[in-house]
């Protein structure tokens, strides 16, 4: 697996103690509490730079995920459309977005709905995310950049190191 060179985006939907939580855990994230606070951010976060990971910290259910009280799944996602397509030109090729929220990945129709948009690679967990402690109790649901679909208890980029997670983290940041 290929990663782009861009910045690495940690964007936290924090209007609720779980958000809140995730925030005094993260350091250099982006927050948001709508559809709009989260482009706009993460926009805002990036200035000329482009980015090859979004990790986006919502809650959600195998229907729909949450950007604050915009609740967007497979029948509202052309609401959002536009407002997410901003987003599309400031990945890298080879760019992954991790969608953390509970059992989203279990929807497979909105998973290639984001896919498809921007043009990425898509990773959700199909059960239970916990994003303090940084895991999902379930299998993860993995769409690469070309669309193929898989299934993995690991996120595909699991054998990079610590190091060089880390490296990247503090790089992007500059």
Known sequence: MTFGT????????????????????????VDFDSA??????????????????LHIQVH?????????SDRVSTSTFGNYSALFGRLTPKFDPNSWVFLRACDV?????????FQQLWNVGIV??????NNVLDFNLG?????DP??????????????????????????SRL
């Open 139 to 143: 299998y993860y649901q993995i769409i």
């Open 146 to 171: 070309a669309g193929n679909q898989s299934q993995s208890f690991t996120l595909p980029w699991a054998h990079y190191s610590f190091d060089r997670r880390l490296l990247r983290a503090v790089t």
């Open 6 to 29: 861009g910045a690495e985006i940690i964007a936290i939907e924090n209007t609720d103690y779980v958000g809140c939580g995730e925030d005094w855990t993260t350091w250099g994230q």
């Open 36 to 53: 709009q606070t989260f482009v706009d951010n993460v926009l805002a976060a990036l200035g000329a730079r482009q980015m090859s990971m």
């Open 60 to 68: 959600g259910n195998f229907l729909d995920v949450s950007f604050g």
């Open 105 to 113: 990945g279990q929807n497979i129709a909105l998973l290639q709905q």
């Open 124 to 129: 959700a967990g199909r059960w239970r995310q």
